[in-house]
Structures are given as structure tokens and as C-alpha cells.
């Protein structure tokens, strides 16, 4: 039901990371005969792949790597050429986009830029906002940093084998310890500034609950989704202006139900109605402004406590909405409101810090195409 907002996920680059040795291991795993199993190497598999060797090609000429260039440069950090080209590289196999594919859709490529560039600056907003707020790493974030390049290293039965496997992946070792780093920084940033033992920015627990007294609503709803009829017989036989007419009859039917009082929204929900949602929180939504689709938030908004909605239309469907008590609600349940309201104060901060970064590019990223970066 709520629209999509972007979560912070500490560990978003480090994911990427652990999935290049992933398929490392797998390939390895793979020189394996699948019938005899005893470590021959199959017919197929005589003449291993060699690893592709970074290169950056613009206006037809290769340009000399060896510097790392800087590609594009956020709020006074630099992103170099390794980093762009792990993340390029990574969200060009992911969605399958090979040479064929840029063939007949080159007119997706400024587009794809874009999205992996922003990939990127949300990996690097905890190092944004520890230049920001002057927050440093401290032993423990160093030896966790030490630790997982450690991990690394033990998947590997020699030396040799791990810097193969960095090679083969397209990757450095001091690119995945950046990696690595902007991970626990971003962690580091978030228990320094929201959720450690004395977080910088965090209201009191009173301030808390007196924002959410003023700015939030608890609501329960019942949804009946124009889809709502597509499991009936001859359903792709409708338009969906007809389908949307059956819903919102269904739904205005449930309505005077509720309203003469012979059904329960609670019951409604939970049987009929097309919310996932509501079955995995029966104690209703608590939310704020800016969290919902703006017809279902104006309208549960402009409710007293104990009343329902009409039909609110959305681009989900039809929705009753019951409005529910929330202050007592909050003091019974502080701990797991708390932890809500953490959370969008510190991804609303850093959405707004990201809105906020200057960004300047380099020399090359203008003129990249899908052939320039192998």
C-alpha cells in the first residue's frame, strides 16, 4: 500500500562485493565433472575464460587508466573510474544489457547512466555525511573492515587463487576495501547521527511522541483493488473501465454494510479485501505525511478518531478507511514506533542530503557510450 520509498541499506555495496566471489566460487565449483565429480576438468571446460582487462574507451581511442580517473564527483567526493566501472559492470550483467541489447536500445543508455550513478552516490552517503558532521570510524568499524577482507581471503585455498578471483571479477583489492568502508561508514553514520546510545540528531523520546501526537495518523482500511475480479471466469473479457465499475460497485456495497453496521472493516479486510498489508498489520498503518499516495493520505488525514471514509479512489483502487486511536497505541507499542520513526527521520536526511550535493563529472563521463567501458 505505501509507495515506494528508498530504504538505506547499510550494506548495499558490500552485497555486491560478496557476490563477486559468490560467482567465483560457483565457476569453480563448476570445474567439477557433474558425473564423475572427482575434480576432472570436463570436456567443455578445457579452455577457461580469461578475465576481461579493464579498459575506458571514449571517441574511439583507450584512455590511459592507470591514474583512475575521476568519473563524477558528489559533495566533494570522488568517484573514480574502478568504482564506476565495478557498479557499470555489475548492473549491465544483472539486467542482462550485452552488446546485442545496446544495439537496438541505445536510446536506453543516458538512462542507465543515470541510474547506476545514483546507485552509486547512495553508496557513498555515509561517507558524505562523515565529511558532513565530522564523524570518524571508530577501532571497531577499523577491525570489522580488517576482518571482512579477511573473510575474503579465506574463502581461497592460496594467495594466488584470491587475487585471480579479484582479477577475474574486475575488481581490486583496494577498490573492495572502499567498498567495504562506505558500508561501515554508512552504518557508522546512522548510530553516530540516529540510532547509537547517543545519537546526535534523535529527539527525546518525548519530543518523539509529541510529533507523532502532531504529524501522524493510525488508520485500518479495506481495499478493493481494480483487479480485484481477476481470478473470475472471463475476467481478459472486460475493459478495464468495466472492471473498475464492478469494483467500485462491490466496494460502495461494503460501504452501506458498514455503515448500517452488519460487517466489520477489521473482518472485511482480512477476507476480501486486497491489501496484503492489512493482514500483516492488524493494528492498522501509523504514518506521516509524504508517506502515502496523496488522495489515501489527504483523506485519512481529514478523519476524526472513530470515523470512516466514502470511497477514496487511488491508483490501487477503492479504499474505506477507518481512522484509529494512536496515542495510546504509541505508548503501548513506543519501542516498535520508535524504530519507525528512526528510520524515516534518518532516510528522510539523507534523501534530502543527496537532493542537496553538488555534483561535478569528469571529462569522460559525458561522452560515454555502450561501448566505451570494458
Request: hydrophobic share 35%; glycine share 4%; charged share 30%.
Amino acid at each position: 500500500m505505501k509507495k515506494f520509498l528508498r530504504i538505506i541499506a547499510f550494506l548495499a555495496a558490500l552485497m555486491m562485493a560478496v557476490s563477486v566471489f559468490a560467482s567465483c566460487e560457483d565457476a569453480a565449483d563448476d570445474q567439477l565433472d557433474p558425473e564423475t565429480n572427482d575434480g576432472e576438468e570436463s570436456q567443455e571446460q578445457e579452455d577457461e575464460p580469461v578475465a576481461e582487462e579493464p579498459s575506458l574507451i571514449i571517441d574511439g581511442e583507450e584512455v590511459d587508466i592507470s591514474s583512475n580517473p575521476v568519473m563524477f564527483t558528489v559533495a566533494g567526493i570522488d568517484v573514480p573510474f574502478d568504482e564506476f566501472r565495478y557498479v557499470y559492470k555489475y548492473f549491465e550483467t544483472y539486467y542482462g544489457m550485452n552488446d546485442e541489447y545496446w544495439e537496438s536500445n541505445a536510446d536506453m543508455f543516458p538512462t542507465f547512466i543515470e541510474l547506476l550513478t545514483n546507485e552509486i552516490i547512495n553508496n557513498n552517503f555515509g561517507v558524505i555525511m562523515a565529511d558532513m558532521y565530522d564523524i570518524e570510524l571508530t577501532e571497531e568499524d577499523e577491525q570489522s573492515i580488517k576482518d571482512y577482507i579477511q573473510e575474503q581471503r579465506d574463502y581461497f585455498e592460496s594467495e594466488e587463487e584470491y587475487e585471480q578471483a579479484l582479477k577475474d571479477a574486475g575488481i581490486t583489492e583496494e577498490l573492495l576495501r572502499r567498498m567495504i568502508t562506505q558500508s561501515v561508514t554508512s552504518e557508522r553514520v546512522y548510530l553516530d547521527l540516529y540510532g547509537g546510545d547517543n545519537p546526535k540528531l534523535l529527539p527525546s523520546d518525548d519530543e518523539i511522541k509529541e510529533d507523532i501526537r502532531n504529524d501522524y495518523v493510525r488508520v485500518y482500511h479495506l481495499l478493493i483493488s481494480f483487479d480485484h475480479f481477476a481470478d473470475e471466469e472471463g475476467y481478459e473479457d472486460y475493459t478495464d473501465e468495466e472492471l473498475k465499475a464492478a469494483a467500485e460497485e462491490l466496494a460502495n456495497d461494503y460501504l452501506t454494510q458498514l455503515q448500517n453496521g452488519e460487517a466489520d472493516i477489521y473482518e472485511l479486510a482480512q477476507t476480501v479485501g486486497d491489501d496484503p498489508g492489512m493482514t500483516d498489520n492488524e493494528a492498522g498503518y501509523l504514518f506521516t505525511y509524504g508517506e502515502m499516495v496523496e488522495p489515501f493520505e489527504e483523506a485519512a488525514f481529514a478523519l476524526e478518531v472513530g470515523e470512516m471514509s466514502g470511497l477514496v479512489e487511488t491508483d490501487y483502487g477503492w479504499h474505506i478507511i477507518y481512522r484509529l486511536e494512536q496515542d495510546q497505541y504509541v505508548e503501548d507499542n513506543f519501542d516498535t514506533v520508535k524504530s519507525q520513526y528512526i528510520s524515516k527521520a534518518f532516510n528522510d536526511h539523507v534523501d534530502q542530503v543527496l537532493a542537496d550535493a553538488e555534483i561535478t563529472y569528469g571529462e569522460y563521463y559525458d561522452k560515454l557510450t555502450p561501448d566505451s567501458i570494458n
